[in-house]
């Protein structure tokens, strides 16, 4: 099926979550990697430090995923309520995996243009990796629950993640369809409904 028109989905929103620590401990872990790679001098830390720095940071670094992960399904699930409600899209075939696949190889060049703009460059690494994640946790374990060879690794699992379900059905391609969305922060499209209030 091929759409002239543009359809608009819901848009994505994207929330932050509360970790102060986390900057700090994803630059001590990317410097510890390069150390413990031999790439910058580790000076008089050892191994042992040098190796749970880079844990610190990597947990983080899954901990952030996870949430992105968090609002990537909900907008995946709004998505599949919109094409649910209208019957030209009475497909069975679009599914989870249609609009997981649409968001990360074919992103609406306006959503690309944000997304650098906030500094995200491989955003198609990020949204696999925190759909990956999320399709095995329902809840951000607490510290010591993953195994340390899984933390630092996390994103070749999290890739492998992502493709199991990918690959689990047939699911229809809706690069043509027509759809596009808008993406914001959650404090940027709670002040543009605020807006939108005061004008009416």
Known sequence: MTVAKTVKLPPLILHPFADAA???KLVASSRASLMLQGL?????RTTEELDQALIDGRYCEIRMLFY????LVRWIDQCLEYV????EFQNPQIRYQSFAAYLIHNTPT???AKLRK???ADYKSIFTRALGLNTMLANMPEPGTFSN???RNY??????????????LLYADISGYGFTFDIYASGEYSRMLEREWAEN
Do not use: K, T
């Open 155 to 168: 994103y070749r699992y999290a890739d492998q993640m992502f493709l199991c379900r990918q690959n689990q």
């Open 40 to 44: 910058l001098p580790a000076g008089e």
């Open 22 to 24: 986390g900057p700090d």
């Open 110 to 112: 306006a959503v690309q």
């Open 84 to 87: 649910a409600r209208h019957s």
């Open 68 to 71: 992105v992960g968090r609002d």
């Open 149 to 151: 060879e899984f933390i």
């Open 118 to 120: 906030w500094g995200v």
